[in-house]
């Protein structure tokens, strides 16, 4: 993972211990939604030896999109419903493939 549940929840202003598991679980679904949207898995391609540093952008998408994942737990809106406007940013910067 490249966030923590701490991170996500310093996203959400959260102080208190309650949610953390849910916290994590929305953190790693929120990375694998992204490393198939970029077709790539982050963690393969930055932050190891003689690798760049995971980008700040990649971190912030993560963190957004499990954000708001927690505050919008309920299945809502249609399948057209665009991916938030600062993720989809990040996604189209790092993609590994152009449509």
């Known amino acids: 993972m490249i966030v923590t549940a701490a991170q996500v929840k310093a996203q959400l202003n959260l102080d208190d211990a309650i949610d953390d598991d849910l916290v994590e679980v929305k953190a790693k ?48 809106g249609d399948a057209t419903d665009p991916i938030l406007f600062g993720v989809g940013e990040i996604v189209r ?7």
């Open 93 to 99: 910067e790092y993609r590994g493939f152009t449509f």
């Open 29 to 76: 679904a929120a990375q694998n939604h992204i490393e198939r949207l970029l077709g790539f898995k982050i963690e393969e391609e930055f932050g190891a030896v003689d690798q760049d540093e995971v980008p700040p952008a990649l971190i912030e998408a993560v963190l957004q999109l499990a954000a708001h994942w927690y505050e919008n737990r309920e299945a809502a």
